[in-house]
């Protein structure tokens, strides 16, 4: 039964991801990215990553979509139903990702010496693990990504208010 979830999912995750790609319409593509987040949640779940889960759902699917959203509705200015018009050469798109990901395979798999084992977690797996590693361990990089994104949400809302010319 695993196995018919983890698919439906799976495929849900695809083509909401294609829908972003082709949608013509920018509303559209945010919501499409919305139920693609939402299929990549389910399939932690599916792995035993409820944290990874957890955090997909309330980060990416819950704030970062929804900021989308609120970004496109806010910077967006007159007709929305074809409003991303630059998705026609999406098969040269299609091509090249398939290039690049061919290209990568056989790097990866001719190269043994670039195989690097992930060396075993010997705490848990508990949330208090994780936070007490991000604020000694990894705590540059998390306070780098949280001052990355604050930045990004004050240029979004300086883009979205727009800018008065003076003279």
Not at 29 to 46: D, I, K, N, R, T
Not at 49 to 69: E, P, R
Not at 87 to 113: E, K, Q, S
Not at 119 to 142: C, K, N, Q, V, Y
Request: charged letters at 10%; hydrophobic letters at 65%; one cysteine or more.
């Amino acid at each position: 039964m695993g196995t018919v979830v983890f698919f439906i999912f799976a495929i849900m995750a695809i083509a909401a991801a294609w829908g972003v790609v082709t949608s013509k319409n920018i509303v559209h593509s945010a919501l499409y990215l919305v139920l693609c987040f939402s299929g990549v949640a389910v399939l932690y779940v599916l792995m035993n990553a409820d944290f990874l889960a957890a955090v997909q759902l309330l980060i990416y699917t819950g704030a970062v979509a929804i900021m989308i959203v609120f970004a496109v509705m806010l910077t967006l200015r007159g007709d929305i139903s074809v409003s991303n018009t630059e998705n026609r050469h999406w098969g040269w798109g299609a091509l090249v990702a398939a290039l690049v990901f061919i290209i990568m395979a056989l790097v990866i798999l001719a190269n043994p010496d670039w195989r690097i084992l992930a060396t075993p977690w010997t705490s848990g797996g508990s949330a208090e693990d994780l936070s007490l590693l991000l604020l000694t361990r990894f705590m540059i990089p998390f306070e780098a990504a949280a001052v990355l994104l604050t930045v990004a949400l004050v240029g979004a809302v300086v883009l979205a208010k727009g800018v008065k010319e003076s003279k």
